[in-house]
């Protein structure tokens, strides 16, 4: 695995942006066949590649839709009814969702990157950034918003398009 060069990830994003997104423009509309047994196998030579744990770029500039599940969890770990819990860490955005207030998260420890709530964190941080969970048509629409954000997201997306180039 190899820590994450911000510099160098900035720098691939500014040129291939544009290109990474017409891909999942393109392959949103007319998803190739076999597309999902590929992004699950990238997406396992992505995990070998990238520490999140030298990143962490989602919990500080992104965050977590939290649940009525999360936020029942969250909150009684920390004594605290839904309500408080909700008046001291969280709003609703355009989409009447719960988020949070803060940016970089409230639970990331800075120090080590690592969340302070990791065994009861919200369903959202836990599945993040999925890459390959529920098939690339669903997904290929959050991709576009997060490989702006998200190291592991650009190189799953770049070793696609390398894929699709190579056999054409
Ligand atoms: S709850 Fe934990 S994993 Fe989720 S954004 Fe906050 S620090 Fe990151
Ligand atoms: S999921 Fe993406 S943004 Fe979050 S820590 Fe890992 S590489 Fe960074």
Redesign the pocket.
Known sequence: MQP?NFRSFKKKLSLHRKSFRQFLNKTEKDTPRGINQLSASIEKEVWKE?D?LT?????KKMTPTFTKQDLNRISSHFGQTPDEFKKQWLKKDSNKDLVNKNQPCQFLNLKDNKCSIYEIRPIDCAT??HLSKKGWKLYAHVHKQ?ID?????FKMVEKMVAHFNEIK
């Open positions: 994450v990238v999140c990143c962490a770029n989602c919990c993040f950034p997060n954000y998200c190291p592991a997201t």
